[in-house]
């Protein structure tokens, strides 16, 4: 079965910088889209990066552009997201996605998303 686990969320101060990690398993996700969503208390998830199946495009929400850094290993089966200059706002859930599209696609919406990870925490203190 498909699976993605998050990894490495925590508490940083304000101008820090955290690398979370996302691992998948159970199948091969070479052919999907990653992305990087987060929540904050409330209904609404978040886009905020995603990356290509290809690895060769990335998107990023206009809140992290410029400080957030999305990856992908696919001999790995990983995807990591870099975030520097952190601020609080940036605290919340952050959910590691995978999306079946084309090579250079790069999914935004969470509907584009087939299989989710649990959620890191990541807390930014001011």
Do not use: H
């Amino acid at each position: 079965q498909a699976q993605l686990v998050e990894s490495g969320g925590g508490l940083v101060q304000a101008g820090g910088s955290l690398r979370i990690s996302c691992a998948a398993s159970g199948r091969t996700f070479s052919g999907y889209a990653m992305g990087w969503f987060r929540q904050a208390p409330g209904p609404e998830r978040e886009f905020v990066a995603a990356i290509s199946s290809s690895g060769t495009r990335t998107y990023y929400a206009d809140s992290v552009k410029g400080r957030f850094t999305i990856s992908r290993d696919n001999t790995k089966n990983t995807v990591a997201l870099q975030m520097n200059s952190l601020k609080p706002e940036d605290t919340a859930v952050y959910y590691c996605a995978a999306g079946s599209s084309a090579w250079l696609y790069v999914p935004s919406r969470p509907y584009e998303y087939d299989y989710w990870g649990q959620g890191t925490q990541v807390t930014v203190s001011s």
